[in-house]
């Protein structure tokens, strides 16, 4: 089984900053992606940033400049550094993971967080 645990959310107020933390644990062979997408009520999910294994990184153009995202191999870890923080950056923030559990799987699958709330006040 795969488990994605995020960690980080909360409240902070407009300029502030925010670190999501995810970590990927249980059956894994390779980490091909890994980032973060967010979604507010009423909207579908928005990528915000993504990082591939080998350090390559996509952003949102709402997020450039702002939002750094990073990776940690040996820990299975991608973080989310959220700098100048705004009330629209008020979301529901989803880490995802898309991976190969064994190597004989030879199959791509997605994993989703359950997500952690980041609430940013004016």
């Known amino acids: 089984q795969v488990q994605l645990v995020e960690s980080g959310g909360g409240l902070v107020q407009a300029g502030g900053s925010l670190r999501l933390s995810c970590a990927a644990s249980g059956s894994i062979f390779s980490i091909y992606v890994m980032g973060w997408y967010r979604q507010t009520e009423g909207t579908q999910r928005e990528l915000v940033a993504t990082?591939?294994?080998?350090?390559?990184?996509n952003y949102a153009d709402s997020v450039k400049g702002r939002f750094t995202i990073s990776g940690d191999n040996a820990k299975k870890t991608v973080y989310l550094q959220m700098n100048s923080l705004k009330p629209e950056d008020t979301a529901v923030y989803y880490c995802?993971?898309?991976?190969?559990?064994?190597?004989?799987?030879?199959?791509?699958?997605?994993?989703w967080g359950q997500g952690a709330q980041v609430t940013v006040s004016s």
């Open positions: 995802n993971a898309d991976l190969q559990t064994t190597w004989r799987a030879r199959t791509r699958n997605e994993y």
């Open positions: 990082i591939a294994s080998g350090g390559g990184t």
